[in-house]
């Protein structure tokens, strides 16, 4: 690993660390023409009930990541050409990404550029992949999920700046998303 990796992968470990790291995250790579990010939780919960939180994106979502600052505009449509997306109070809204594959309790995949990086020549992959673990002593059905999302194409300016950026915010909503799989609270 180049060292302007090794400290763009620091940073944003370190911005995740105060945000309450999940288990795990990273920048897995970054090049001239992309990047790969990659976090995995732990969950308390049962694949298919972690899919169906998942969905519930209005639930756990951080309203300051939104163009409304309100998540109750938040709606993803899981189903193939469904859409992640976000409705203005008077009218119109924003396609987030879209749905290429919805297999409830397994995976969830979406395409698109998230936030300021639909103003580039971007393209984005993510999904979110459900593995079912082994019950606790107390037999309670566990989960893993398994968050990647890798983005390429053109823009303006540095992949190594904008990486950490949505690692960062990433690491974020799945924080969230994890503690109020876990806890019931996204706090």
Request: hydrophobic residues 40%; proline residues 5%.
């Amino acid at each position: 690993m180049n060292s302007s990796l090794r400290i763009c992968v620091a940073t944003a470990l370190l911005g995740l660390s105060v945000l309450g790291a999940p288990s795990m995250a990273e920048v897995v790579n970054i090049s001239s023409n992309g990047f790969l990010v990659r976090h995995e939780v732990q969950l308390n919960i049962p694949p298919e009930e972690a899919y169906e939180l998942l969905v519930n994106v209005g639930s756990w979502w951080n309203p300051s990541h939104t163009y409304t600052l309100n998540i109750k505009n938040l709606n993803i449509d899981a189903r193939p050409g469904g859409c992640f997306c976000e409705k203005y109070p008077n009218g119109g809204g924003v396609q987030h990404m879209s749905v290429v594959h919805a297999a409830p309790g397994k995976a969830l995949r979406m395409t698109g550029a998230l936030g300021p990086m639909q103003a580039h020549g971007l393209a984005g992959s993510m999904s979110w992949d459900f593995i079912a673990q082994k019950p606790a002593d107390n037999n309670q059905a566990l989960s893993k999920l398994v968050l990647t999302y890798s983005v390429g194409g053109y823009m303006t300016g540095s992949f190594d700046k904008m990486a950490p950026m949505v690692n960062g915010m990433l690491g974020e909503q799945i924080t969230r998303y994890k503690n109020l799989a876990n806890t019931g609270k996204v706090d």
